[in-house]
């Protein structure tokens, strides 16, 4: 492992990014908040299914 060689590429990377505008932050939180509400409505399906179903916990 370079260690020098490795900081210069880390260096560069961060001076390319930049910070998102409010637009782009929003877009990606809403798309994340559908993501977490989906698997959790999955979630809960299954737990009512398995419930319902006789043998079930």
């Known amino acids: 492992m370079n260690?020098?060689?490795d900081?210069?590429?880390y260096i560069r990377v961060l001076?390319?990014?930049?910070?998102p505008t409010w637009?782009?932050?929003s877009k990606v939180a809403a798309i994340?908040?559908?993501g977490i509400l989906l698997v959790g409505f999955?979630?809960?399906v299954i737990f009512?299914?398995?419930t319902f179903i006789?043998?079930?916990?």
């Open 32 to 34: 994340a908040g559908l």
């Open 3 to 5: 260690t020098p060689t």
């Open 23 to 25: 637009d782009e932050f």
């Open 15 to 19: 001076k390319l990014a930049s910070t």
């Open 48 to 50: 009512a299914i398995m």
């Open 7 to 9: 900081l210069t590429s």
């Open 42 to 44: 999955i979630g809960f």
């Open 54 to 57: 006789p043998g079930g916990p």
